[in-house]
């Protein structure tokens, strides 16, 4: 696709419950990156994924977070028996290799609101 | 532990001034720096970058400069405009590597 797509945008869950964040890079490029942004927060680091290398996973609050990048494409964030406190924006992004020099490209995100 | 850190949660200017957004770093290993800017319900996009081997940048209207000894960088808007009214996140990496380390955020406001 043209840009790097999220789904869903938006995400209500009750408090105990397990969600799926879904994220589709833009074609070709070979590194994956989630962050997070929590109200009044900056972005988070939580996982970079880059090729067929083992994830960078330094940034992940906990172990209920988990993420997968199937075939070097799509991403899936998962996150067990949520809290209140992993309401937040979680963005993903991708670029073109592991140098940032032209910056990531950022989906919309997934607002997840956990009540 | 905050290692980028954008003190002012905002900031308000008018048209056709000039606007300064200031970053301070703790990591003397981060030697490259980025700025993104975010509109509502939107994600970052990039907007300009500098590596430490330079101390200014110049893309059109925007201007990062760099004070390594200070470990400061700061982004200069000339003549702001009211569509660049926008959180603007600074970020910065070890190495040119994958890892972005973001600020908190500063919300410019630019009114006509």
């Known amino acids: 696709g043209a840009g790097v797509s999220q789904s869903p945008s938006n995400k209500v869950t009750e408090k105990g419950k397990d969600v799926e964040l879904r994220c589709d890079p833009i074609?070709?490029?070979?590194?994956l990156y989630w962050y997070r942004q929590s109200l009044g927060q900056g972005l988070e680091f939580l996982i970079y994924f880059q090729g067929n290398s083992a994830p960078d996973k330094s940034g992940l609050p906990s172990d209920r977070f988990s993420a997968e990048r199937t075939g070097g494409s799509v991403s899936t964030l998962t996150i067990q028996r949520t809290q209140q406190e992993d309401s937040a924006v979680y963005l993903c992004a991708s670029s073109t290799g592991d140098r940032v020099t032209y910056g990531y490209t950022f989906g919309s995100g997934t607002r997840l609101t956990v009540v | 532990d905050q290692q980028v850190k954008q003190n002012s949660p905002s900031l308000s200017v008018q048209e056709g001034r000039i606007s300064i957004l200031n970053c301070d770093y703790t990591?003397?290993?981060?030697?490259?720096f980025l700025w993104y800017k975010k509109y509502p319900a939107e994600g970052p996009t990039f907007l300009i970058s500098?590596?430490?081997?330079?101390d200014k940048n110049e893309d059109g209207r925007f201007t990062v400069f760099l004070n390594k000894s200070a470990k400061h960088l700061s982004l200069h808007i000339v003549p702001s405009q009211p569509g660049d009214s926008a959180v603007y996140f600074c970020?910065?990496?070890?190495?040119?590597?994958?890892?972005?380390?973001f600020g908190q955020g500063t919300t410019l406001q630019v009114k006509p």
């Open positions: 074609s070709g490029h070979t590194a």
């Open positions: 500098i590596s430490s081997i330079k």
């Open positions: 970020a910065a990496s070890v190495s040119n590597t994958g890892k972005l380390i």
């Open positions: 990591n003397s290993m981060f030697d490259y």
